[in-house]
């Protein structure tokens, strides 16, 4: 109803609007690939150097609330990373869907999933921000159990970041 099958099946956009250059879209996407570089650099490499101290979960705890500012940067580098995360999706799917529909939709979707699971797993990145009495929330813990939460909220910042990076090799596999 309202597009013919045949538009299905020479792998045409829906809505019939001409899509740009194929160049233009690499290197639309190339582009969106070193921000999520430098993106992750920040977020990843540099911000955790600063804050994070190895052993001592009192210490990491304090460097946090003392470095609110740098913590708040790491949280809107990772919001960069999403936000070309999904646009990457998109151009790399229009990129590859004249080799093929299948594995481009697949790709797409490994990388949407990783996106999903990556974005909701900031929730512990505001949960810490929070504990550090930085949130805007005041934190009724005494201070050995504030360190020890400010540990797990990381602990399961990390491990969820491993579960969406899981979803990531497949997508590397199909574009290999």
């Not at 101290?53 to 740098?70: E, F, S």
């Not at 913590?71 to 799917?93: H, K, P, Q």
């Not at 005041?138 to 491990?159: C, I, K, N, T, W």
Request: charged letters at 10%; one cysteine or more.
């Amino acid at each position: 109803m309202g597009m013919p099958s045949s538009a299905l099946s020479r792998n045409e956009p829906a809505t019939g609007v001409a899509t740009g250059s194929p160049l233009a879209t690499a290197r639309l996407a190339g582009l969106l690939y070193l921000l999520i570089a430098a993106a992750a650099a920040v977020a990843h490499a540099y911000v955790p150097a600063q804050l994070i101290v190895a052993g001592d979960v009192a210490a990491t705890a304090d460097r946090i609330a003392a470095n609110a500012p740098l913590f708040r940067l790491d949280i809107v580098a990772e919001y960069v990373i999403l936000l070309s995360e999904v646009a990457l999706c998109v151009l790399v799917y229009v990129l590859f869907r004249s080799v093929s529909v299948s594995l481009a939709l697949m790709m797409a979707s490994f990388r949407l999933v990783m996106t999903a699971i990556h974005g909701a797993n900031m929730l512990n990145q505001f949960v810490v921000l929070n504990l550090s009495g930085e949130g805007g929330t005041a934190v009724p813990f005494a201070p050995g159990q504030r360190e020890s939460l400010v540990a797990l909220f990381l602990d399961a910042y990390g491990a969820g970041f491993a579960i969406g990076i899981v979803f990531l090799v497949p997508r590397v596999f199909l574009l290999g």
